[in-house]
């Protein structure tokens, strides 16, 4: 941990949909941003530096877009600096923006995430073939399900334990009225009778495509004390990568997910993390991700993610709550799904999270991201009392 | 704040370099500089790097850049869609965290695999300016024409800056645009892009480069003369250029007074200037008097690989300091329609 006790002070998002045809990407962004500094209590000018994260230019097909930004998020005659990080970078981003606090360089740092995946197509974003190399997939989900099949041929999981993900989040979104999707007749036989994309997952396994961002205001610890509302503390950071491929790489349980929670855990004082935290903002793009990365984090034994799901224990009244936002499987605005895990882990230790709070008891909560092909890692821990 | 300095460098450029990839580009200057800098690769706590996805035409170029990086145990590790002196700068911030202690940087883009000018275009509002595709060229241009209609600075002054860089570049090895040329020579020259000539415009470039930076004790244990970073920033200017003065550079100025600039006494300095009416605007901004040398390694008119080029220019200072020829420079690197966003940093010997 650096040397500033640092904190989230403020969170704004925008409410999440398919196409926002009423803002340019500058209104969606500054929305966003004007919410977090209100809830900060501050303005554009109390603010010494903007981060901003965002996955691939081609998503909207502006190249280096916090250029353009720079007079909408305030930042000029301001440090700006944009993240890239693959899937994990609204993560990454808020880490980014927390270390500059940190470190001591700044109080106040804005940070801001965001896609507008309306503009382009994300998936044929994804599918551009790079010069010299070989077409791989077409699409995340392409790449990603394989990967869900050798995790159920490894655990022997029930072949519906993805739906009980899929009808679990979307439920858990109608609590949320910023989440993209609100189904709230959806149940298990739905998506087993949704149309399949890429086996196992059918399409309600799948996130949506949605424009939206999302915005933290982060500040060192005096200016957090003095903030109007309550303060999210950040007990730990961390990121990890690894290469994409290379022979005998576990693809299903990456080393880097495993030592990222590791780095995070020991920061945060963390030893058991299923009664530790008080629930999970955890990046699921596809349900099966969840019994995944319950695997992954440490949440339980390899083989037991499933069971958990099963049992209910991750459903917002279980004993520990994973994405009672609605998750990546209810709002996907790409750049920002990490950021929008960090931030609804902070509102929740800052009681703020509406009609999807869960109770306190520990205080401190999860946010997690992952990126590439299972290969970018970021996480923090925050709480709602300040680190030792 | 922690004292940090940049402990080694390498980089490598080529014009329209058909063999390599970027991995392939990536993977000299990494395992130069990681050598030079006496840390094993394992021993190096950060790595972070800058890119630009378009440049390469699909999604996640930094991903391959993993497999010539050395990713394995999983590292901590981070990319900035930024020239990769900004990567530097948070390399840098990680450091002040106290959580590392060293970091490796590297930079890397083949801008000869489209028509870069015209793809930078797309930095622009992409409502209002954009659709109107004016090429980095075309807005340089006009940032040049208003320097000039100042009536300060004439197109002599500008061949003067073009013909000093391609003498200096000579000396260097990297440099892919060099000659024995006056002033005369080049005002003789056409006029390609009113009122810049192809002289007075940065040379399409492919190439990588990295850095080691590292905390005091890891620095002096491993490094004789290390380049200490005194002082770091980088400042952003409105995007839309007519709310701008193009004469000047507001953000410059002010990363310069908060790095520690403007005080000046630097024996050189590496400005990341694209057109040579850049030098000359970012030459005022930062108060560089006759004292100061400026691009000795023939800057970027000499070589200018886009996502490493304000990298390098970080590099060039720490390699004359590391060899004892300069005591003080400054460096500094761009990005962004008409030096739209700045970086300066201030760098010593002991």
Same mark, same amino acid.
Request: glycine content about 10%; proline content about 5%.
């Given at each position: 941990? =650096?040397?500033?006790?640092?904190?989230?002070?403020?969170?704004?998002?925008?409410?999440?949909?398919?196409?926002?045809? %009423?803002?340019?990407?500058?209104?969606?962004?500054?929305?966003?941003?004007?919410?977090?500094?209100?809830?900060?209590?501050? +303005?554009?000018?109390?603010?010494?530096?903007?981060?901003?994260?965002?996955?691939?230019?081609?998503?909207?097909?502006?190249?280096?877009?916090?250029?353009?930004?720079?007079?909408?998020?305030?930042?000029?005659?301001? &440090?700006?600096?944009? #993240?890239?990080?693959?899937?994990?970078?609204? =993560?990454?981003?808020?880490? #980014?923006?927390?270390?500059?606090?940190?470190?001591?360089?700044?109080?106040?740092?804005?940070?801001?995430?965001?896609?507008?995946?309306?503009?382009?197509?994300?998936?044929?974003?994804?599918?551009?073939?790079?010069?010299?190399?070989?077409?791989?997939?077409?699409?995340?989900?392409? !790449?990603?399900?394989?990967?869900?099949?050798?995790?159920?041929?490894?655990?022997?999981?029930?072949?519906?334990?993805?739906?009980?993900?899929?009808?679990?989040?979307?439920?858990?979104?109608?609590?949320?009225?910023?989440?993209?999707?609100?189904?709230?007749?959806?149940?298990?036989?739905?998506?087993?009778?949704?149309?399949?994309?890429?086996?196992?997952?059918?399409?309600?396994?799948?996130?949506?495509?949605?424009?939206?961002?999302?915005?933290?205001?982060?500040?060192?610890?005096?200016?957090?004390?003095?903030?109007?509302?309550?303060?999210?503390?950040?007990?730990?950071?961390?990121?990890?990568?690894?290469?994409?491929?290379?022979?005998?790489? +576990?693809?299903?349980?990456?080393?880097?997910?495993? %030592?990222?929670?590791? +780095?995070? !855990?020991?920061?945060?004082?963390?030893?058991?993390?299923?009664? +530790?935290?008080?629930?999970?903002?955890? !990046?699921? &793009?596809?349900?099966?991700?969840?019994?995944?990365?319950?695997?992954?984090?440490?949440?339980?034994?390899?083989?037991?993610?499933?069971?958990?799901?099963?049992?209910?224990?991750?459903? &917002?009244?279980?004993?520990?709550?994973?994405?009672?936002?609605?998750? #990546?499987?209810?709002?996907?605005?790409?750049?920002?799904?990490?950021?929008?895990?960090?931030?609804?882990?902070?509102?929740?230790?800052?009681?703020?999270?509406?009609?999807?709070?869960?109770?306190?008891?520990?205080?401190?909560?999860?946010?997690?991201?992952?990126?590439?092909?299972?290969?970018?890692?970021?996480?923090?821990? #925050?709480?709602?009392?300040?680190?030792? | 704040?922690?004292?940090?300095?940049?402990?080694?460098?390498?980089?490598?450029?080529?014009?329209?370099?058909?063999?390599?990839?970027?991995?392939?580009?990536?993977?000299?200057?990494?395992?130069?500089?990681?050598?030079?800098?006496?840390?094993?690769?394992?021993?190096?706590?950060?790595?972070?790097?800058?890119?630009?996805?378009?440049?390469?035409?699909?999604?996640?170029?930094?991903?391959?850049?993993?497999?010539?990086?050395?990713?394995?145990? $999983?590292?901590?590790?981070?990319?900035?869609?930024?020239?990769?002196?900004?990567?530097?700068?948070?390399? @840098?911030?990680?450091?002040?965290?106290?959580?590392?202690?060293?970091?490796?940087?590297?930079?890397?883009?083949?801008?000869?695999?489209?028509?870069? *000018?015209?793809?930078?275009?797309?930095?622009?509002? $992409?409502?209002?300016?954009?659709?109107? @595709?004016?090429?980095?060229?075309?807005?340089? /241009?006009?940032?040049?024409?208003?320097?000039? /209609?100042?009536?300060?600075?004439?197109?002599?002054?500008?061949?003067?800056?073009?013909?000093?860089?391609?003498?200096?570049?000579?000396?260097?090895?990297?440099?892919?645009?060099?000659?024995?040329?006056?002033?005369? /020579?080049?005002?003789?020259?056409?006029?390609?892009?009113?009122?810049?000539?192809?002289?007075?415009?940065?040379?399409?470039?492919?190439?990588?480069?990295?850095?080691?930076?590292?905390?005091?004790?890891?620095?002096?244990?491993?490094?004789?003369?290390?380049? @200490?970073?005194?002082?770091?920033?980088?400042?952003?200017?409105?995007? *839309?250029?007519?709310?701008?003065?193009?004469?000047?550079?507001?953000?410059?100025?002010?990363?310069?007074?908060?790095?520690?600039?403007?005080?000046?006494?630097?024996?050189?300095?590496?400005? *990341?200037?694209?057109?040579?009416?850049?030098?000359?605007?970012?030459?005022?901004?930062?108060?560089?008097?006759?004292?100061?040398?400026?691009?000795?390694?023939?800057?970027?008119?000499? /070589?200018?690989?886009?996502?490493?080029?304000?990298?390098?220019?970080?590099?060039?200072?720490?390699?004359?300091?590391?060899?004892?020829?300069?005591?003080?420079?400054?460096? *500094?690197?761009?990005?962004?329609?008409?030096?739209?966003?700045?970086?300066?940093?201030?760098?010593?010997?002991?």
């Amino acid at each position: 941990m =650096g040397s500033v006790r640092t904190a989230v002070i403020g969170v704004g998002q925008t409410r999440h949909v398919s196409a926002r045809h %009423d803002v340019s990407i500058a209104g969606l962004v500054r929305e966003a941003a004007l919410e977090a500094l209100d809830d900060a209590g501050m +303005d554009f000018g109390d603010i010494d530096a903007v981060v901003v994260g965002k996955a691939p230019d081609t998503f909207e097909g502006v190249l280096m877009p916090e250029l353009y930004l720079a007079d909408a998020l305030g930042a000029v005659g301001k &440090p700006l600096l944009r #993240v890239h990080t693959a899937g994990s970078v609204g =993560g990454s981003t808020a880490i #980014v923006a927390a270390k500059l606090v940190m470190s001591g360089v700044h109080k106040r740092v804005l940070t801001v995430s965001f896609e507008k995946q309306s503009e382009s197509n994300a998936t044929w974003g994804l599918s551009v073939q790079m010069p010299f190399s070989a077409p791989l997939v077409a699409g995340a989900g392409g !790449y990603f399900a394989p990967l869900i099949r050798a995790y159920i041929a490894r655990s022997g999981a029930p072949r519906n334990i993805g739906h009980l993900v899929a009808v679990k989040d979307r439920l858990a979104a109608l609590r949320n009225p910023k989440a993209h999707l609100h189904l709230p007749d959806i149940d298990l036989a739905t998506v087993e009778e949704s149309f399949l994309l890429w086996d196992p997952l059918r399409y309600l396994d799948t996130c949506p495509s949605s424009d939206g961002a999302m915005a933290l205001v982060i500040g060192a610890e005096d200016v957090a004390d003095a903030a109007p509302g309550p303060a999210a503390w950040i007990h730990g950071t961390a990121m990890r990568s690894e290469p994409t491929m290379f022979a005998g790489r +576990d693809q299903v349980n990456p080393q880097a997910g495993k %030592d990222c929670a590791a +780095d995070v !855990y020991a920061q945060a004082g963390i030893t058991n993390p299923r009664e +530790d935290f008080d629930c999970a903002e955890v !990046y699921v &793009p596809f349900s099966w991700y969840e019994p995944m990365w319950l695997e992954n984090l440490g949440f339980c034994a390899e083989g037991d993610g499933w069971k958990l799901t099963q049992a209910g224990a991750t459903a &917002p009244d279980g004993d520990i709550p994973w994405n009672p936002s609605g998750g #990546v499987l209810s709002s996907n605005p790409i750049g920002a799904s990490g950021m929008i895990r960090f931030g609804e882990a902070a509102q929740q230790v800052r009681e703020r999270a509406g009609d999807f709070q869960v109770p306190l008891q520990t205080g401190k909560a999860l946010g997690h991201a992952y990126g590439g092909g299972s290969q970018f890692f970021s996480m923090w821990v #925050v709480g709602n009392q300040k680190p030792s | 704040m922690r004292d940090v300095a940049v402990i080694s460098f390498a980089q490598r450029t080529a014009v329209k370099d058909r063999e390599r990839n970027e991995v392939e580009f990536i993977i000299p200057v990494v395992q130069e500089a990681v050598a030079a800098s006496g840390l094993a690769r394992h021993d190096i706590d950060f790595t972070i790097s800058g890119s630009c996805d378009y440049l390469s035409g699909g999604p996640f170029t930094f991903v391959q850049g993993l497999d010539a990086a050395g990713a394995w145990p $999983p590292i901590k590790e981070s990319h900035v869609e930024m020239d990769a002196a900004w990567a530097l700068y948070e390399a @840098w911030v990680a450091i002040q965290t106290g959580e590392v202690d060293s970091a490796l940087i590297y930079g890397f883009g083949k801008s000869s695999l489209t028509d870069v *000018h015209q793809l930078i275009t797309l930095q622009t509002d $992409p409502y209002t300016v954009a659709p109107l @595709w004016p090429s980095m060229v075309d807005l340089a /241009a006009l940032q040049a024409s208003a320097l000039l /209609a100042e009536g300060d600075v004439t197109e002599a002054d500008l061949a003067a800056v073009a013909a000093r860089s391609r003498r200096d570049a000579r000396d260097n090895p990297y440099a892919v645009v060099s000659e024995d040329v006056d002033v005369a /020579a080049l005002l003789a020259r056409p006029v390609t892009h009113a009122p810049l000539r192809d002289a007075d415009i940065a040379p399409v470039t492919d190439g990588s480069a990295a850095i080691v930076i590292a905390a005091a004790d890891v620095a002096r244990a491993q490094c004789e003369r290390p380049a @200490w970073i005194r002082g770091i920033d980088h400042r952003i200017d409105a995007p *839309h250029i007519g709310v701008r003065d193009l004469t000047a550079s507001a953000s410059t100025q002010r990363a310069g007074e908060e790095a520690g600039a403007l005080q000046g006494g630097f024996d050189a300095a590496e400005l *990341h200037a694209q057109f040579s009416h850049d030098e000359v605007i970012l030459a005022r901004a930062l108060g560089l008097d006759a004292g100061t040398r400026i691009n000795p390694s023939g800057g970027a008119l000499g /070589a200018n690989p886009m996502m490493a080029s304000g990298l390098i220019r970080i590099g060039e200072i720490f390699r004359r300091i590391n060899a004892g020829e300069i005591g003080r420079g400054l460096a *500094h690197a761009t990005q962004g329609p008409c030096l739209q966003q700045n970086l300066v940093c201030v760098m010593e010997g002991e």
